[in-house]
């Protein structure tokens, strides 16, 4: 079952909500208390869908709801952000690089300023390179997650497979931060600011290191101070939206 594709839920799977409401039971306690607030993240809006995430949020509310919650949506992409920069005043550029899409968000002074996603992520990754040499998407998956290191010359079809891809999504990202940013109003912003990547699909070596290389082809509106890897990308979008809960609790 995919309850989840392209990173929201899966029109074509009939019994998607179930899966996912039964996932949720396990993970999520009940609450101690009715209405207690619980944060959860949703993604941006796909580039020239401003409406398909409408749907994929007001379920996961009504069903947190319906587990006795007040739920609490926060973008996943100011998630990273909020986790990993901190330091510099929650200023910067996050992006998630999950399985079926990329989240990207420009915060300044922990306000979102432009936030949207890219239907591409992982899961085209290992379905291309899949499809191009007749292999199961699950095997290269499988590879990537556990021996690929891009910073090395590949070693076989796969890895050649697997770099190439990677190049084309990283591409297409840095593609996106140069058109979406470019027509986005100018606002206040300094000089210069940090970008941090995050999620599963940046879990390989080498990957902070291809991005880099990928942003290099593009004129970006806004100067790049750092490009930063998480410090664990797995985690990065749950511990953005806890440290989002505790201040608001602080409130």
Request: with cysteine.
């Given at each position: 079952?995919r ?13 998607g909500?179930?899966v996912?409401?039964?996932?949720l ?12 607030p ?5 993604p941006g809006?796909?580039v ?7 749907y994929?949020?007001?379920i996961?509310?009504m ?11 926060v ?15 929650s200023?910067?550029?996050g ?9 990207i968000?420009l ?43 891009l ?13 190439i ?39 390989p070596?080498g ?5 880099v ?39």
């Open positions: 079952k309850p989840i594709k392209n990173g929201l839920l899966n029109p074509n799977e009939m019994d909500i179930n996912l409401m039964a996932i039971k396990k993970l999520i306690p009940e609450p101690e208390n009715p209405d207690t619980i944060w959860f993240s949703v809006a796909p020239g869908k401003p409406d398909s995430v409408v994929h949020e007001s996961l509310q069903n947190l709801k319906n587990l006795g919650y007040d739920p609490k949506p973008n996943e992409g100011l998630t990273v952000i909020m986790s990993e920069l901190a330091d510099n005043n200023s910067g550029i992006i998630s690089l999950g399985g079926g899409m990329c989240n968000c915060a300044y002074l922990s306000i979102p300023v432009v936030s949207y996603s890219i239907q591409k992520g992982g899961d085209f990754i290992d379905n291309m390179v899949g499809s191009s040499l007749n292999e199961p998407a699950t095997k290269i998956k499988v590879i990537k997650e556990q021996e690929l290191n910073s090395l010359e590949p070693r076989n079809r796969i890895e050649t497979g697997l770099h891809y990677y190049d084309n999504l990283f591409a297409d990202l840095a593609k996106s931060l140069q058109d979406v940013l470019g027509t986005t109003e100018k606002v206040s912003l300094p000089n210069a600011l940090p970008l941090v990547i995050s999620g599963g699909t940046v879990m070596r990957s902070r290191e291809k991005f290389k990928a942003l290099d082809n593009v004129d970006l509106p806004i100067k790049i101070s750092d490009v930063i890897l998480a410090a664990n990308p797995l985690q990065t979008t749950a511990t953005g939206a806890l440290m989002m809960a505790m201040a608001e609790e602080e409130i």
